[in-house]
């Protein structure tokens, strides 16, 4: 489909569109929503890879918040990295032979353009999803239904969600769901705590999910390339709980839809506190205080998470090699519980 309006004066959209013109054939652009402010911006996709259904598939997106914009850069570096590789390195080639990859960099256009966390309407996509916490949230960060004026706002009791996170939502479930064998999704946000943290869901309860031995493996293989890396991995829930997480929606529709299959959903929460603690001045400045300020700190942010993208797509090709079957699964089950939920070791 067509892109309805090329939207200039949002940077993000046209590094994306840039990037696609760049990549020629090897992409593939569609058009899955609109976002309406003052003025419409597409809502885009971008894939690449083996598109049959039956390869693993993996989802990297940004942008959900639009004040954290450095999630959108992230995503949107990695993709470039990913086009002018394409260009000469045979591997990379081999490796797409295998593998499906989709891109949604910005999914909160609007919010982006008019410097917001929310969505034109108001409404945290983060908080959207129809899944209410099981316990009690944070007072206001944990989602709310007050007032669209309030951060945090979860939209209207019983409301269809927004039409951003219903796009996210549909291209999870059309890209990364149907017919895969297995699926992971990255989420690029900034702004929580002075570390990069790897949050995988719940978000609405301390229970684990039933997918903890796959994601402690992955965890393991991460930690064991790549020995100094500067993440905190952890269930979302050991922070916060909160109402209306889109991962914790989606990840429980992949359990009922399709049972056994792998869907590990990750969001990376780079630690904007650790910019502030740097450059004070970041607390004036109402974009800077989710997003690094001065250029060499963002090249060096943009740099930082390569790494653990390009890790994801490899893990994603070759996850026959890792992924726990039989008593391995309840072995890791049992060290994941001790390493997370205070459980007794194994
Ligand atoms: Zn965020």
Redesign the pocket.
Known sequence: MPDPEPSADLPELAVLRRIVQDGGADLQQRLVGEADAERRFPLLCVTLGNPAPGVPAVGFFGG??G??RI?AEVVLAFLQSLVVRLRWDALLRRLLESLRLVFMPVVNPAGLWRGT?ANPNGVDL?RNAPVDATERVPFLVGGQRLSAGLPWYRGADGAPMQAESAALCRVVEEELLTGRPFAIAVDC????GLRDRLWFPFAHSRRPIEHLPEMHALCELFEQAHAHHPYVFEPQSRQYLAHGDLWDHLYLRACTATPGRGFLPL?L?MGSWLWVKKNPRQLLSRHGL?NPLIGHRQQRVLRRHLPWLDFVARAAASHERWLPRGDERERRRGLALARWYGGAPA
Not at 189 to 192: C, I, K, R, V
Request: aromatic content about 14%; overall charge negative.
């Open positions: 959900v918040h004040l954290e999630g966390r983060m946000h900034s702004g929580f969001t929460e989710f």
